[in-house]
């Protein structure tokens, strides 16, 4: 005698059998398939099968949800709102010191560009000065040279008269002396 593994029965009215005729139809499985498959799937998911909305389901789900958004307000009320206050509040600071180091680097470029022009304009008088200062130098080397030309003329005149010279001569060597001074 072989003994049947299956050896249990479910009664059932003729009603719940066409629907689970149906149903089994529609999946494409016989009765003891769906059955079993039926039980796998109660058994796994812990549903209740009385249960036709997922009540359970939906309120877990509801749960888990509003447990998120606790923890996510929690978080946003002791993390992101203090940062984001803070990082307001560094960006106003960031914004006073960009304005406190623009106007000093401005007033500082304000009095380096006033100490660039004075001294450029120093520099440039300190130029005219040395130029001058030269041209003078150049003048008096030329009027020492002219001098010692009307010195050594009249030396060298005066040595050539003896005494027996005439007054005139004396004379007039001491006028073109003191012409070439003039001159000078």
Do not use: W
Not at 25 to 47: E, I, P, Q, V
Not at 71 to 80: A, N, P
Not at 147 to 163: S, W
Not at 171 to 182: G, K, N, S, T
Request: aromatic share 6%.
């Amino acid at each position: 005698m072989n003994k049947d593994t299956n050896s249990k029965t479910i009664r059932f009215s003729v009603k719940t059998d066409e629907k689970l005729q149906a149903v089994a139809n529609k999946c494409g499985l016989s009765k003891t398939d769906l059955l079993r498959y039926m039980a796998d799937y109660f058994y796994k998911t812990k549903k209740d099968p009385r249960d036709l909305n997922d009540e359970q389901l939906k309120n877990a789900i509801n749960r888990k949800t509003d447990n998120i958004v606790a923890f996510i307000r929690t978080q946003e009320q002791e993390l992101l709102i203090p940062a984001k206050k803070d990082m307001e509040q560094m960006l106003v600071l960031q914004e006073q010191l960009t304005a406190l180091f623009q106007k000093d680097i401005i007033s500082h470029n304000d009095r380096q560009r006033k100490y660039f022009d004075s001294q450029s304009t120093l520099t440039d008088q300190v130029i005219r000065y040395l130029k001058q200062q030269e041209s003078l130098q150049a003048d008096r080397q030329k009027l020492k040279q002219r001098c010692r030309a009307i010195l050594e003329h009249y030396i060298r005149h005066r040595e050539q008269m003896g005494i027996l010279n005439k007054q005139s001569d004396k004379d007039e060597l001491a006028a073109y002396v003191r012409q070439q001074m003039d001159a000078v």
